[in-house]
């Protein structure tokens, strides 16, 4: 499993960043759980909308089955 992170808060992760490691660790399925990477990816603080009206697009204008 991938975790993508992005935003100004980002900035200081540093200050969390081994409690955010432990805390995906303990609350992921057992079937990830070890194998789990967290990436910080310099996007813009809309990627998040983006990505949003992307899945409605792809719904949208998904073909019949």
Known sequence: ALVILS??????????WDVLVEAVDRNS???????????????GDDTWAQGGAALVLERLYRPAR
């Open 29 to 43: 399925v057992s079937a990830v759980r070890g194998t789990t990477r967290i990436q910080i990816h310099p996007l």
């Open 7 to 16: 935003g100004r808060a980002m900035l200081a992760s540093d200050l969390f």
